[in-house]
């Protein structure tokens, strides 16, 4: 050594995300949300107010800020602002229960917490007894916490970037807890920009003068690139709804602002499609839409295609992964797949002893690239069976058909083997959705009378379609006659709706728990 410090690369992922657009577009539209719309400019004002607001708080670099906000402008600015100041923030599902942010809170010793006010109710039974949280600040609130727009309005609107470095944690997602108990999962900075240059950009397509609609919700690692690192990469416009994203809301949203970029996930386009609001082909200004979170029903995008002449793009992408890897293409899109390989990606699929399966054969889909998560928080063991080296297992499992096309058979946790063989639950789910009275389906492992696992199927119908049992039986004649009929589900059960997580995925656990 020659006493001179070395010097190493800095990069900010706010900074990235905020200054290419101020040096290109100042003043173009930025973000419209129910409140109004703002520039790049005053996005970048924001962000930088938001960066003062919570170090005025004495937060240091890398402490952890608990983000539970609807998706407003407040979103993206308190997100950037957190990362431009170097703290690390920590998006959490809006819809969670007062355990489940408890359980959050005490497991990232976050010390600071922002919150929307009407979510606000959700925390105040645990406020008291958490040992780390230091500050509360309320978005909209009545002024028994600190209001965030107060904090804004006091703060300067320059503040000069944290000189961290590309592989510093940036933020964590808590992992949806379909299985089971929330993951905190790491990110580093290069992550977000990451996934616009490999996905968003050469394959989505999108550009400076799109106008694009996320009905999954900032807080899910899909929604986050959908509705902030893909348009803020490019100069786009992001319409934000901070309310849920039902079909008559977003029926509004396609109209009203006339999107040309929509993503959404296969049981909203599902009821879409069964919604008397839906837009007309004429009535929209849609050239790309996109699905994530499950495997989308063939029969869901031939009839969206049918309608709108466009294609869902459907594709794999993970919380670990933090977007799509894998996906189907503008004129390149096989309906029942989920396309393939995201270049700047690698997938294998393997079997139980971890050994590459023939194209055709069932495997465990895992992948690498370079926007995997560092670990989990806290985690040690999950972070070595989840993170091989460079590959990340999904859980899913999958065939690659001769020509690479990648088709989901379930979750790891899912499969069912009938008769020896094994049988994907999404494989008789897309079966049932094809029938004209199926609005969606379910499927999991029952073991029949001999204790011998069997497949079974919870159903929910479309609209003004009486349940009864000879439905429930050309249900079953339906399925033997689209597969293998070993296949069929033995027994079918109606429900009004089916156990999902906030970001949409079937919580399939709920069902194998009912008797």
């Known amino acids: 050594m020659d006493g001179q410090a ?21 003043q173009k539209i ?7 719309s703002y520039s790049f400019a005053e996005l970048a004002a924001r962000v930088n107010r938001a960066a003062h607001a919570l170090t005025n708080l004495g937060l240091a670099a890398e402490s952890r800020v608990v983000v539970c906000l609807l998706d407003t402008i407040d979103f993206p600015a308190v997100f950037l602002g957190a990362i431009k100041a170097g703290l ?89 807890g379909s299985t089971g108990v929330p993951k905190g999962v790491v990110h580093v900075q290069t992550s977000m920009i990451k996934t616009a240059e490999l996905y968003a950009q050469p394959i989505l397509g999108i550009q400076e003068s799109d106008v694009v609609f996320s009905a999954a919700k900032l807080f899910f690692a899909y929604g986050l690139g959908n509705a902030l690192s893909f348009p803020l990469s490019v100069g786009a416009t992001t319409i934000l709804l901070s309310e849920r994203p039902t079909p008559q ?31 007309a082909r004429g009535e929209s200004n849609l050239r790309r839409c996109t699905s994530a979170g499950e495997a989308l029903p063939p029969d869901v995008g031939r009839r969206w295609f049918e309608r709108f002449g466009v294609d869902i793009l459907d594709g794999l992408g993970s919380t670990e992964m933090l977007h799509i890897f894998l996906s189907n293409r503008p004129n390149d899109n096989r309906y029942g797949t989920s396309g393939r390989p995201v270049p700047g990606y690698e997938i294998r699929l393997v079997d139980e002893d971890g050994h590459p399966v023939p194209k055709g054969e ?24 989840t993170f091989l080296g460079p590959w990340t297992r999904s859980g ?65 119908l479309r609209p003004d379609v009486p349940q009864s049992e000879e439905l429930a039986a050309a249900l079953q004649q339906h399925v033997k006659a689209h597969l293998a009929p ?20 079937i919580q399939r656990f709920k069902l194998r728990e009912k008797k």
């Open 362 to 385: 069932i495997g465990e889909l895992q992948v690498a690239g370079p926007t995997a998560a560092a670990f989990y928080w806290n985690n040690r063991e999950k972070s070595r069976t």
């Open 88 to 176: 690390v923030p920590i998006a959490v599902n809006t819809l969670l229960t007062s355990n489940d942010f408890d359980f959050i809170l005490r497991d990232s010793r976050a010390q600071a917490l922002v919150v929307s006010n009407p979510l606000l109710g959700s925390f105040k039974p645990i406020l008291a007894a958490q040992p780390f949280l230091r500050h509360v600040v309320v978005s909209a609130g009545d002024g028994s916490h600190p209001r965030l727009e107060d904090l804004l309005g006091a703060a300067s609107d320059q503040f000069p970037a944290a000189p961290t470095q590309p592989d510093d944690a940036c933020f964590w997602l808590y992992s949806s």
């Open 249 to 279: 809301a977003v029926c509004r949203i396609l109209k009203e602002y006339r999107p040309t970029i929509f993503y959404g996930v296969p049981t909203l386009y599902s009821a879409l499609l069964a919604c008397p609001d839906l837009p």
């Open 486 to 505: 070993y296949k069929y589900p033995r027994w079918i059960d109606f429900l009004a709706e089916l156990p999902k997580t906030a970001t949409g995925k």
């Open 396 to 460: 899913d499992k999958y065939t690659e058909s001769a020509d690479g096309y990648f088709t989901y058979s379930g979750r790891a946790d899912d499969m069912l083997k009938v008769g020896g063989i094994w049988v994907s639950p999404f494989e008789v789910e897309s079966a049932l959705a094809s029938h004209s009275a199926v609005l969606e389906a379910a499927v999991v492992g029952h073991p029949d009378e001999n204790g011998l696992i069997k497949p079974k199927a919870y159903v929910v």
């Open 30 to 36: 930025a973000y419209i949300d129910e409140r109004g």
């Open 6 to 26: 070395t010097r190493l690369e800095t990069y900010n992922a706010a900074v990235d995300l905020i200054e290419r657009n101020i040096a290109a577009r100042p």
